[in-house]
């Protein structure tokens, strides 16, 4: 049995491994969230940065890609993808249902939000600007994050209003 892997943000242009092959899918009564402090890749206990998170809502869908690992690789694969996010706790694993474009079900890993861990949050748009324009991590900018994720989506026809929106806020704070 094929092992998938969901990815939503970084994974769509920094999965950490080649897939054997990749699709667009969207999953259900979940969201793209800007709802988890980073204090490790994207910025600081002192100056906390923002990362993405599928986070749930009933009626909700979070349209992202569908990774294939290779055979052989699976171990190797999670172990990474384990070190990568599990790094604080505020995301667990589970294994979701993805439906492609093409109508075939997949079943695939995901990072989902732990609503009752104190990374966990809920910041208006503004709020979410002013903290992605500033924060940087042991990864690089919280703005890379953003740019790079906002790009990916848009190369692969996936609209996010929010994301837009974000993209031109901090584009403007953070212009000389």
Known sequence: MAFWVFGYGSLLW???FTPA??????????HRSFCMLSIHHRGSEEDPGLVLALDAQKGARCTGVAFEVAANEEDAVLTMLRERELISSAYYE??????????DEISALAYIIDPDHVQYCRFD???????IAHAVGGRGPNTEYLYNTADHLTALGIKDDDMTWLVQRVRALTAT
């Open 94 to 103: 589970d294994t979701v249902a993805l439906v492609t474009d093409d109508g």
């Open 21 to 30: 092959r990749s699709v667009k899918a969207c999953l259900h009564d979940y």
């Open 125 to 131: 748009l503004e709020k979410q600007a002013q903290m």
């Open 14 to 16: 920094n999965p950490g």
